[in-house]
């Protein structure tokens, strides 16, 4: 098709030249075309022709050199857009998981601090305890303490009533004596 528009424009620029030298040489005396000056043009349209179809043949394997890379271009890019896209997939896959894992543990961590609360709470009920029994203690101690200096004050009491009536029954001279 490029060949025929070439032709048909170069036959129309033949057309064209030739009849520009016909009228040329209709105004020169003698009226003959000369064979040389034909000879050149046919030449030089030769020439350009030539060179037109070295400049189109240039054109098509440069389309096609584009063509193909691009081609490479649009496969490579496809290539990355799906790996991009199967990678995309994997992380959310992967982030959702992680996010369950996240949920379980926060689950897991609200428990633990749930039992911790409890078992803080039990702590300072007994450490409540503690406190009172101690106290109750202490108080059993000091109260035992004065029974104790109590039942000494009236055992020493006792003794020396016993010692008294003992010494006055004369019992004790006899127990002597034996």
């Known amino acids: 098709m490029w060949r025929t528009f070439c032709l048909i424009f170069l036959g129309a620029n033949v057309a064209s030249a030739a009849l520009l030298r016909h009228d040329q040489k209709v105004s020169r005396a003698d009226g003959k075309v000369q064979e040389k000056d034909l000879l050149d043009m046919l030449t030089s349209l030769n ?5 037109m179809d070295k400049e189109h043949k240039a054109f098509r394997d440069l389309s096609n050199a584009r063509e193909t890379s691009c081609r490479t271009t649009k496969a490579k890019l496809e290539k990355s857009l799906k790996d991009g896209n199967s990678s995309l997939l994997t992380a959310k896959q992967e982030l959702s998981n992680a996010m369950c894992e996240v949920d379980s543990i926060q689950g ?10 409890a078992i803080d709470g039990e702590i300072s009920g007994l450490q409540e305890q503690l406190a009172k029994l101690r106290a109750d203690r202490q108080a059993a101690v000091a ?4 029974y104790t200096q109590q039942v000494k004050a009236i055992l020493e009491k006792a003794q020396q009533r016993i010692s008294q009536v003992w010494t006055r029954s004369g019992a004790h001279k006899s127990a002597k004596s034996q």
């Open 143 to 146: 109260r035992d303490s004065g």
């Open 108 to 117: 897991g961590v609200d428990s633990i601090k749930k039992q911790v609360k």
């Open 47 to 51: 020439e350009v022709v030539v060179g």
